[in-house]
């Protein structure tokens, strides 16, 4: 894992003394498929860098109802993270592991002296919250001017793209959770693309065609 993360690093074009600070003063951890890493109300000091695998980022109310924001993979930071630290809030989102997925846990101590010392590390974080943001407003933009039926056919090349495979194993309940809406919705929808030619249906996964 560590030398994978060396090759992620270089090919962001991060000084070798700051490759050299992140490597010694960060730690791997690693988690299982829908293995949390953040849930709302924690206080985070780590900015987490997924070295694989792929991280599904939610907005959850206080009844418990998810609404699915974008995906972190690869190389990508969680600049939600970044956030709440710099403005000592405790967080009001979840990350939770989408497969089995490899991090880097960077200590937020150290961010913001890296972005005054690091010209590499201060467009990182910059890009980070660019990248996120445009994300965010993609999302908003679905819930706000899509039907449900575009919205999960969104969700499943969006899926499709960040797993790099077109089958997606998730069950329609799992779906319905992360779109914000009943089981019921999401069946009918999914037989509707099954009959449209534009996904294949089997028991708790799906093929995009």
Not at 19 to 47: C, H, S, T, W, Y
Not at 186 to 196: A, N, P, Q, T, V
Request: charged residues 30%; negative net charge; proline residues 2%.
């Amino acid at each position: 894992m560590l030398a994978s993360f060396k090759n992620i690093l270089v090919g962001l074009a991060f000084e070798s003394e700051l490759i050299d600070e992140i490597i010694r003063f960060g730690k791997e951890k690693k988690l299982e498929a829908e293995e949390p890493l953040i849930n709302p109300g924690m206080q985070a000091n780590a900015m987490p860098m997924v070295v694989s695998g792929t991280l599904r980022i939610m907005r959850e109310d206080e009844e418990g109802n998810e609404v699915f924001l974008y995906y972190l993979e690869g190389g990508d930071a969680c600049a939600m993270s970044i956030s709440c630290c710099f403005s000592n809030q405790i967080s009001q989102f979840k990350a939770v592991a989408e497969t089995d997925v490899n991090l880097w846990l960077v200590p937020m101590s150290l961010v913001e002296g890296w972005m005054a010392k690091y010209p590499s590390f201060r467009r990182f974080v910059i890009n980070s919250y660019q990248d996120r943001f445009d994300e965010l407003m993609h999302t908003i933009d679905s819930i706000a001017f899509m039907n449900m039926d575009e919205r999960l056919m969104k969700y499943l090349l969006d899926k499709k793209q960040s797993q790099g495979s077109f089958v997606i194993e998730k069950t329609h309940e799992q779906i319905a959770q992360e779109l914000n809406t009943s089981r019921v919705v999401i069946s009918r929808l999914l037989k509707k693309l099954e009959k449209e030619d534009k996904v294949e249906l089997y028991r708790n996964r799906i093929e995009v065609l």
